[in-house]
């Protein structure tokens, strides 16, 4: 950690100083053989080849019957072809009706193309084996099991392969299916589904484990007594680290005692790949995260160093690796938006970096302020305020109307934003019209 190392407390660190400080100190997760579905949302770290074949063998995409091309050429429904059907063909079947000349067999969408047959056709082009014009569906085999055997009568030629999915025709065995690197979606969970992986090698999600301290703190559902109020920042963090790919645990509430809080946090490490606290991190003479983790944590631990940042909101803010296997620990402020905003731009990229995914940041588009009054922010801090971000419907650079003032306690506002302005250090005041830079929040950074 700190590259640049300084007396933390007397100096004021730049956002970009403490991010390059923060990502400088973590590295993307070993990788694990993981089963499927707990892969979901990884990044895979081997390159995957197909085993064999995708489909495996030629089979119909269609309800109807397999036929040989010479026996419909021609036919129409004035003078349709009369053919035996020789069998049923459902998806699974192993054992296949040989078919013939002058034979169809009925065959079902992903059934394979039985011996003898060259192409589907649908039962639509057929009388469906009743005699009475053309059919609309084949009836179910448990009521009408002599839909197999009898006559079927087609009223349309099919040229060869017509309606038959061939082998190989999605994906040819040695194929490469997925190149390491690739963040696994669901048709990319499909995918490896499909050619027969039950496990892959990925990058895991990192475990966050997040601590809220404040002995005003009480869990939601539980009445208030005088000088409480309900622990959102604990929701509000667990949230957003399990939205960033983590998978997030919200730890109870510490009250604010040092020994309480290095307890919990000493219980809380063997869980944890990165550490989360909001609050305490202050110059009150209650704010228990500093006066508990400024210090050695123990012999082998690391400390957690506390600067100020010139930002607004989420001025003060701690980071340093603890414990024996120097797990990332960010110690946020307690102002909910502060520490909201904290995550965002530190905690995020942290769990992002941490998964190997190609985007750790929110994106970045460019925004008109969408304001009756010109914005004040404060000199040589950048501010983060909260907006609503309206797209330019004709593709241009779009608007940003500010939702809620600039104070760190504005949490309904917050609920209302899907987007932080920042306005940057040098800028006091931003007219309106004018343009600015705009994180876009709930959007992966990958999708723009
Ligand atoms: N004399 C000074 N006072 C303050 C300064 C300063 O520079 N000098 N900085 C202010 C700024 S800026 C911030 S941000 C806060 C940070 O304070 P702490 O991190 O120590 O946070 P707390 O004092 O514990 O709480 C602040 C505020 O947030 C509420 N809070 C805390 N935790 C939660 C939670 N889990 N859920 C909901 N709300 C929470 C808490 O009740 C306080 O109202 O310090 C300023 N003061
Ligand atoms: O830095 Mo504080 O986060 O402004 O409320």
Do not use: C, N, W
């Given at each position: 950690m700190s590259a640049r190392r300084c007396d933390a407390l007397s100096s004021t660190w730049s956002v970009d100083e403490h991010l390059a400080d923060v990502l400088g100190a973590v590295r993307p997760l070993e990788p694990l053989e993981l089963s499927l579905l707990d892969a979901h949302g990884c990044v895979l770290v081997e390159d995957v080849t197909v085993p064999t074949a995708l489909p495996p063998f030629d089979n119909s995409s269609m309800d109807g019957y397999a036929v040989r091309t010479a026996d419909v050429?021609?036919?129409?429904?004035?003078?349709?072809?009369?053919?035996?059907?020789?069998?049923?063909?459902?998806?699974?079947?192993?054992?296949?009706?040989?078919?013939?000349?002058?034979?169809?067999?009925?065959?079902?969408?992903?059934?394979?193309?039985?011996?003898g047959a060259q192409a589907v056709v649908p039962v639509e082009w057929t009388d469906g084996g009743k005699g009475a014009g053309p059919a609309a569906a084949m009836a179910a085999a448990s009521t009408d099991p002599s839909g197999a055997a009898g006559e079927v009568r087609v009223h349309r030629a099919a040229a060869e392969g017509r309606h038959v999915r061939r082998a190989g025709s999605d994906a040819a065995a040695g194929e490469l299916a997925l190149a390491a690197g690739t963040v696994l979606g669901p048709p990319q969970i499909g995918l490896l589904a499909a050619i027969g992986r039950g496990s892959v090698r990925v990058r895991p999600r990192p475990r966050v484990v997040v601590l809220s301290t404040g002995s005003e703190l009480v869990p939601p559902g539980e009445k208030l007594g005088p000088g409480q109020i309900h622990d959102s920042n604990s929701f509000v963090l667990t949230a957003a680290a399990r939205d960033a790919g983590a998978l997030a645990y919200r730890a109870s509430a510490v009250a604010d005692d040092a020994d309480s809080l290095r307890d919990a946090v000493e219980e809380q490490l063997v869980r944890a790949d990165v550490l989360v606290t909001s609050g305490g991190v202050s110059v009150g003479a209650y704010d228990v995260v500093k006066e508990a983790l400024g210090e050695r944590l123990d012999a082998d631990g690391g400390a957690v160093e506390f600067r100020r940042l010139a930002m607004q909101p989420g001025k003060p803010q701690g980071f340093g690796l603890v414990g024996p296997d120097r797990v990332p620990l960010l110690a946020l402020p307690g102002n909910p938006v502060s520490s909201y905003v904290s995550f965002e731009l530190f905690v995020r990229p942290v769990i992002r970096t941490l998964m190997g995914l190609p985007s750790v940041h929110r994106p970045k588009v460019r925004a008109r302020l969408a304001a009756e009054a010109p914005l004040t922010s404060?000199?040589?801090?950048?501010?983060?305020?909260?907006?609503?971000?309206?797209?330019?419907?004709?593709?241009?650079?779009?608007?940003?109307?500010?939702?809620?003032?600039?104070?760190?306690?504005?949490?309904?506002a917050l609920a209302q934003a899907d987007a932080l302005i920042v306005v940057p250090e040098s800028v006091t005041e931003v007219a309106p019209g004018e343009e600015l830079e705009v994180l876009l929040l709930g959007v992966d950074g990958s999708a723009v």
């Open positions: 050429a021609g036919a129409s429904e004035e003078f349709p072809a009369v053919l035996t059907v020789v069998g049923d063909v459902a998806a699974g079947s192993g054992e296949l009706p040989e078919v013939g000349p002058g034979q169809a067999a009925r065959i079902m969408t992903g059934a394979p193309l039985p011996p404060p000199d040589g801090k950048r501010q983060f305020l909260r907006g609503r971000y309206e797209p330019s419907e004709g593709g241009g650079t779009g608007g940003v109307r500010p939702v809620g003032g600039a104070g760190s306690h504005l949490v309904a």
